[in-house]
């Protein structure tokens, strides 16, 4: 049987939050979500886009730490600093180009998502992408998204210059084999690219 | 008396609504649950599949219950906190009696029931029986439901008893009734993804069916084509094949001009028609003249919209259609359903794989609440109050003369006016919050306010429970046992998690203590949940919802049985309609001739915008719930009206600003939220809030003749800039109406 693996599909987010709101159900940081969910101009679209942290190969939050605090897993699960050795300077916060870490003053330590490592570990699925109802974010195969789903599962990312591949991967148009930021709509919209989201267009009434 | 006993605030300080936003025993990792009780959401229709965890008789917290088969461990941001309502500190935990300028004095249980119970019969001695009334809730298990209709008719011997359904499920039921001759979605969700095309009618299921939207994405996966009718571009219109941003009241436009259109280019089953309907004729004369150019009129819509999304519905190989409350809560509520039906029947695609239809619930047990009798024209079983032989039936079932069943009484809102009117002088509500969910706000205060003795059963004080003289306090859904039937007729199991907290009851022995003390206590014997089922087994036994074949067991066996389910060896029916067998006598379905007509009230000089309303995805209902909830308020913390750019330039009305929406009747002060994804003619105010803050202040009384469904979804409003509102109800904390 493969790997069970994490998807994202921004087409099929609803934006209900439920993601947020069972993350902090999580036993590691219980009352705290680490996953936020992002609202894409709201004026405009009701598009909205959760983040998780992606879990780099190479992850340069856990390189920019000055104290050698952020661990990842011999399977690829990038942890939140340790406690011991978090000194609290939000090097990584400052350098996640996915904007995933946060700091918490209260406790002067970085959390973030960790992939529910205390589920994903023990053979269960994350909290985020069990509850999800629309299954934007999904927890499965990668024989059972190229079988039920339409589009491309990629991790490849480019921030300018910078290349990064992550654990996650996210579902794309068919076609596209990379995401270059700030180029690529992340949206796999049914309508023709670049269709109006305002309504009174559609309807004529400019 | 039925008035506030004490000022406003000072009742929302002792019994909220406040937020809760830490669980039972706190944050701290809990370890090891004593046990997971495997149970359902307490919320809408679909009724998910949860597990909750259970520690020293608390419930602390939730694990998916992933094998569960509708969601499959899904579940929304309302199900994900449902937990936070156990040992909640709003919970009431004495009955309560109203003390005039000081409010509300714990009582003993006795003292409660007593004083209600001599109260109903007072009433009833001096004005007449059904001077009584009882009104109820759509999400009470099928075992209370029953269990309401009886009391009403057998303990209090009133007409007047009707229920929250009314606002809800009623003119799909009503249309599903006539064109199929059972009230019931037709189909399991699992035929969703199998279909090629599907239109989704006034349903933002993003927000009010969440777990649906799966089914839909699947369905695209598939290669299904969507068309989603919607004022608003709502998060699953953004992405689908065709969003029709059509106008409140218009829908008729659309499905009579898709049908025209059909007609024309050889769309539609002839044979299907001819061998398994009836009233094509009427039906194909009346689209007639629902040419593309006459149905965009009505619809409020370029033509080529309902020309497009007739190319996609007619030819296509297999259809569903969904549809709720966006098409339901209208004074042609009725129609708009048959009209969508009408596209389903004249294609023949029904009752096979991928092809059929279904209405959204809305309330939790929608559908069941519905079946078991205590609407004010139905008797158990779904039948008819007003048929002799359904009489005979359950009045032997109940052990009581034909004769002593009352007929039919009064629905939700001509009883409410009713008891305005003076004509009804004493009120027992159960699960019903009026005082949020009635249109016309000022008018439901005053008609409470001229009871002579007004009774709650709650969990929570309520809006409308701080009107009564007595209180007495429920139990949450986890605190009981019984069933619900879900929005595909699957009939489900809630398990009981813990004890209802001390002072507390299971709400079907306040009712059953009640009927004893009414003289009826032969009648309610009952010693569990279970008992009552298995009377409702033999009360709907033949009737249209057939549930006498199922047993608790089954249910747990089968994770859910769909009705009707006859016999006991019967494995219950997800699918219905196969073989185009329809459930009128003659087998067949009953095309209804619609023909378009206005809202009671449509915009004009003076009140120039339509006012739509509906929900948010973190609050359910009028909100007495979940805005107890700080997650789900944090997701919205106060009701906002979105308007479009177009629209809010020509009343200067600035993103973020107050602004005022006005109509004949009332008007609500909320913020403003512009945004591109609505009609320029239309705007759009969430519901779940109470005070200055509720939609249904503007909202109008007008009702569908048939289901007697307000008119919920459009009435004409003028909108202006208003600076933010600081008055005392302003000041109270957002979940009791203030401003964050």
Request: net charge neutral; with cysteine; glycine share 8%.
């Amino acid at each position: 049987m493969s790997e069970l693996a994490f998807f994202i599909d921004y087409s099929r987010c609803i934006g209900c939050r439920a993601c947020v709101q069972a993350c902090e159900e999580c036993d590691t940081h219980r009352g705290v979500s680490m996953i936020h969910l992002e609202t894409i101009r709201r004026a405009d679209t009701v598009q909205t886009a959760p983040q998780v942290c992606m879990h780099c190969e190479d992850p340069i939050c856990a390189r920019v730490c000055p104290a050698d605090a952020i661990k990842q897993t011999p399977d690829g699960v990038t942890q939140s600093a340790l406690k011991p050795r978090c000194i609290g300077c939000s090097n990584c916060v400052l350098a996640c180009p996915f904007g995933v870490p946060k700091y918490f003053g209260a406790i002067d330590q970085m959390m973030k998502c960790d992939y529910c490592y205390d589920r994903t570990s023990a053979g269960k699925r994350p909290m985020c992408a069990t509850v999800c109802p629309s299954q934007a974010l999904a927890f499965t195969t990668r024989e059972e998204i190229e079988r039920k789903r339409q589009g491309t599962a990629i991790n490849l990312w480019k921030f300018g210059g910078e290349v990064v591949r992550t654990k996650i991967s996210v579902i794309v148009p068919s076609g596209v084999s990379e995401i270059r930021i700030g180029e690529s709509a992340l949206s796999r919209a049914g309508g023709p690219a670049g269709a109006t989201e305002d309504v009174a267009v559609l309807l004529g009434e400019i | 008396m039925a008035k506030l006993p004490a000022p406003l605030s000072q009742i929302v300080d002792r019994f909220g609504p406040h937020t809760k936003g830490v669980p039972a025993g706190g944050w701290a990792p809990i370890g090891e649950p004593d046990r997971f009780v495997k149970t359902h959401c307490c919320f809408c229709g679909q009724q998910c599949g949860i597990q909750l965890k259970v520690k020293d008789n608390r419930v602390v917290g939730f694990e998916p219950w992933e094998d569960f088969p509708f969601n499959a461990g899904k579940l929304c941001p309302k199900g994900v906190k449902r937990y936070m309502q156990d040992e909640h500190p709003d919970r009431l935990r004495s009955p309560l009696e109203r003390v005039e300028g000081e409010g509300f004095r714990p009582v003993s249980w006795d003292l409660a029931l007593d004083r209600t119970a001599k109260e109903i019969r007072r009433i009833q001695e001096r004005y007449g029986d059904d001077a009584f009334a009882v009104l109820t809730g759509a999400s009470l298990t099928n075992e209370k439901a029953y269990l309401m209709g009886k009391f009403a008719r057998v303990a209090v011997r009133t007409a007047n008893i009707d229920y929250n359904g009314r606002l809800c499920m009623v003119s799909a039921a009503a249309a599903s009734k006539k064109v199929f001759g059972i009230d019931r979605s037709a189909n399991p969700w699992s035929d969703i993804p199998k279909a090629k095309a599907i239109l989704v009618a006034g349903a933002n299921v993003a927000d009010c069916a969440p777990i649906t939207t799966d089914y839909l994405w699947q369905a695209r996966e598939n290669g299904a084509k969507i068309i989603v009718l919607d004022p608003r571009m709502t998060p699953i219109a953004r992405t689908v094949d065709l969003f029709i941003p059509v106008r409140p009241g218009g829908d008729i436009g659309i499905f009579n001009g898709m049908l025209h259109v059909m007609i024309e280019r050889g769309w539609v089953d002839r044979e299907f028609i001819s061998e398994h309907t009836t009233g094509f004729e009427k039906v194909e004369e009346s689209v007639r003249k629902y040419t593309p150019e006459y149905a965009g009129r009505i619809a409020g819509v370029p033509p080529a919209m309902i020309v497009k999304a007739a190319e996609i519905w007619g030819p296509a190989e297999t259809s569903f259609l969904l549809h709720a409350r966006g098409i339901e809560h209208h004074s042609k509520g009725v129609e708009n359903c048959m009209a969508a039906i009408n596209l389903v029947v004249a294609t023949g695609r029904i009752g096979r794989e991928g092809c059929g239809y279904a209405m959204i619930t809305g309330q939790g047990n929608g559908q069941g609440a519905r079946e078991q009798g205590q609407k004010c024209d139905q008797l158990p079983g779904g039948r008819d109050i007003e048929n002799p032989d359904h009489r005979r039936f359950i009045a032997e079932v109940w052990g009581v003369p034909e004769e002593s069943i009352p007929h039919k009484g009064l629905s939700a809102v001509p009883l409410l006016e009713a008891v305005h009117a003076g004509k009804i002088k004493g009120l027992l509500l159960i699960c019903f919050n009026p005082m949020v969910s009635l249109p016309d706000q000022n008018f439901i205060r005053e008609a409470l306010e001229k009871l002579e003795y007004f009774a709650v059963i709650d969990f929570f004080l309520s809006e409308t429970a701080r009107f009564a003289d007595v209180v007495l306090p429920g139990s949450l859904m986890e605190e009981d046992e019984g069933t619900t039937t879900s929005v595909e007729g699957r009939v489900i199991h809630h398990r009981k998690a813990v004890e209802p907290p001390a002072g507390a009851r299971e709400d079907w022995r306040i009712v059953c203590d009640l009927a004893a003390r009414l003289g009826a206590g032969v009648k309610f014997p009952y010693g569990s949940p279970r008992e009552i089922f298995e009377e409702l087994r033999t009360a709907s036994k033949g009737g249209v919802s057939d549930y006498f074949g199922i047993t608790w067991e089954k249910i747990d066996a089968q994770k859910g049985v769909f009705w009707p389910c006859p016999s006991l060896d019967h494995p219950g029916t997800p699918r219905l309609y196969e073989g185009a067998r329809f459930g009128h006598p003659d087998g067949r379905a009953h095309f209804q001739a619609v023909e378009w007509r206005p809202a009671a009230e449509e915009p004009d000089a003076e009140y120039p915008v339509i006012l739509t309303t509906g929900r948010v995805v973190s609050q359910y209902l009028s909100g007495t719930q979940t805005r107890r909830i700080a997650g789900l308020m944090a997701q919205e913390p106060e009701p906002f009206c979105e308007i479009h750019p177009n629209l809010a330039a020509r009343y200067g009305i600035e993103p973020d600003g107050f602004v005022s929406v006005e109509s004949r009747r009332g008007s609500t002060v909320v913020r403003a939220r512009i945004v591109r994804t609505i009609r320029p003619d239309t705007v759009f105010v969430p519901y779940h809030w109470p005070l200055a803050r509720a939609a249904n202040n503007c909202t109008i009384r007008a009702i569908d003749p048939v289901s007697n469904i307000p008119e919920f979804k459009i009435c004409a409003v003028r909108i202006s800039a208003a600076p933010r509102p600081d008055d005392a109800i302003a000041r109270l904390p957002p979940e009791a109406g203030g401003i964050a």
